[in-house]
T-cell receptor
Framework: GAGVSQSPSNKVTEKGKDVELRCDPI?????LYWYRQRLGQGLEFLIY????????KSGLPSDRFSAERTGESVSTLTIQRTQQEDSAVYLC????????????FGDGTRLSIL | DQQVKQNSPSLSVQEGRISILNCDYT??????FLWYKKYPAEGPTFLIS?????DKNEDGRFTVFLNKSAKHLSLHIVPSQPGDSAVYFC?????????????FGQGTILTVHP
């Protein structure tokens, strides 16, 4: 079956521009997560959606970052006025919303800010 | 404050031998632990998990051990194969309001030599 799909796979943009990253979760997965991985570091939690509940935004690093999710499908992560420190791989994951279910990841979007 | 630590940045093992990857955590609220494998330019792939009510979980060549008193978990791969060469991340989550949010270690690069 189809896994988590992310687009674009690579994005290069100038500092100060806005970018939008897209995630298509596994069908039937009600929970969706965004993480960031900077070079040489582990994954860093950003935001978490579950069904119609209010998202957990506790990991978003600044108000330049926002995310939306349409129902239980596609999610977009938007970064406004990008800075060089935003350069990273942005990873999306989805899971079933039951106790102790593993998260399944997409291949990420590699974002480079010039 | 790093709540999940993988103190060995790299590990080199001969094919057929055992690989042991270690992970320490500090947050006593963590109750679900996972190991992921990551190849370059791909998203993390789920390997195996364990909940805090167990101390061991096996899946084929992979076994995870959890020592709650020491706040330590380890992943054993037996026998190791060249295809196991990748970056391995341990991750942990807590229940309650932190449900679903994974905290990752920095990763350990495993190299299995033929």
């Amino acid at each position: 079956g189809a896994g988590v799909s992310q687009s674009p796979s690579n994005k290069v943009t100038e500092k100060g521009k806005d970018v939008e990253l897209r995630c298509d979760p596994i069908s039937g997965h009600t929970a969706l997560y965004w993480y960031r991985q900077r070079l040489g570091q582990g994954l860093e939690f950003l935001i978490y959606f579950q069904g119609n509940s209010a998202p957990d935004k506790s990991g978003l690093p600044s108000d330049r970052f926002s995310a939306e999710r349409t129902g239980e499908s596609v999610s977009t992560l938007t970064i406004q006025r990008t800075q060089q420190e935003d350069s990273a791989v942005y990873l999306c994951a989805s899971s079933e919303y039951r106790n102790n279910q593993p998260q399944h990841f997409g291949d990420g979007t590699r974002l480079s800010i010039l | 404050d790093q709540q999940v630590k993988q103190n060995s940045p790299s590990l080199s093992v001969q094919e057929g031998r055992i690989s042991i990857l270690n992970c320490d955590y500090t947050n006593s609220m963590f109750d679900y632990f996972l190991w992921y494998k990551k190849y370059p330019a791909e998203g993390p792939t789920f390997l195996i998990s364990i909940s805090s009510i167990k101390d061991k979980n096996e899946d084929g060549r992979f076994t995870v051990f959890l020592n709650k008193s020491a706040k330590h978990l380890s992943l054993h791969i037996v026998p190791s194969q060249p295809g196991d060469s990748a970056v391995y991340f341990c991750a942990a989550s807590a229940g309650g309001t932190s449900y679903g949010k994974l905290t990752f270690g920095q990763g350990t690069i495993l190299t299995v030599h033929p």
